[in-house]
T-cell receptor, first 115, second 118 residues
């Protein structure tokens, strides 16, 4: 099976712009979670989607949003970018999603740099 | 609130030494899950193990072993006869749902940087 894929791998944006990151989960996985990794804050949970519904949300401002499509692919969007949004954004998928915590498989991440 | 603490920021060993990475967690959930992940220099997090709160059996997988002690809220990870390829950042993580159905949120520790010298 192919692993979790994320596009693009690298991105450079300017403050105030918006950005959309994409994640394709492992085939058959219906849960997709997003994390932000920075040197200062470490790995922080952004949100989780299952069957096109957001099930969990971390403590991030409303500028961070996401969605999931019927094929389980997910996108996250960050509007009005700030310098502090520079980070590695990781997507993870897991299966099946109804009770119990199954291991999450991570993609290679998207490295976002905001200048 | 959930919290994971990995007290060791960096560990440096020489090849073939055994090394233990400590992980202490806090949660009010009665059902929860613990994980270890490895992040090599390439950046991708690699799943190593999952343990649920009802299963305190230790586990061994090749050179890796895990010791889960609910009484001390610890889930330590030992690498026996370390190798240079073990050099990576290792993360301990916790997932709990406080009675809900979603465990999709992982709370990570700050990570331990392991360097194995030849």
């Amino acid at each position: 099976k192919a692993g979790v894929t994320q596009t693009p791998r690298y991105l450079i944006k300017t403050r105030g712009q918006q950005v959309t990151l994409s994640c394709s989960p492992i085939s058959g996985h219906r849960s997709v979670s997003w994390y932000q990794q920075t040197p200062g804050q470490g790995l922080q949970f952004l949100f989780e989607y299952f069957s096109e519904t957001q099930r969990n949300k971390g403590n991030f401002p409303g500028r961070f949003s996401g969605r999931q499509f019927s094929n389980s692919r997910s996108e996250m969007n960050v509007s009005t970018l700030e310098l502090g949004d520079s980070a590695l954004y990781l997507c993870a998928s897991s299966s099946p999603g109804t009770g119990g915590a199954y291991e999450q498989y991570f993609g290679p991440g998207t490295r976002l740099t905001v200048t | 609130a959930q919290k994971v603490t990995q007290a060791q920021t960096e560990i440096s060993v020489v090849e073939k030494e055994d090394v233990t990475l400590d992980c202490v967690y806090e949660t009010r959930d009665t059902t929860y899950y613990l994980f270890w992940y490895k992040q090599p220099p390439s950046g991708e997090l690699v799943f190593l193990i999952r343990r649920n709160s009802f299963d305190e059996q230790n586990e061994i997988s090749g050179r890796y072993s895990w010791n889960f002690q609910k009484s001390t809220s610890s889930f330590n990870f030992t690498i026996t006869a370390s190798q240079v390829v073990d050099s990576a950042v290792y993360f301990c993580a916790l997932s709990g749902s406080a009675g809900g159905t979603s465990y999709g949120k992982l709370t990570f520790g700050q990570g331990t940087i392991l360097t194995v010298h030849p």
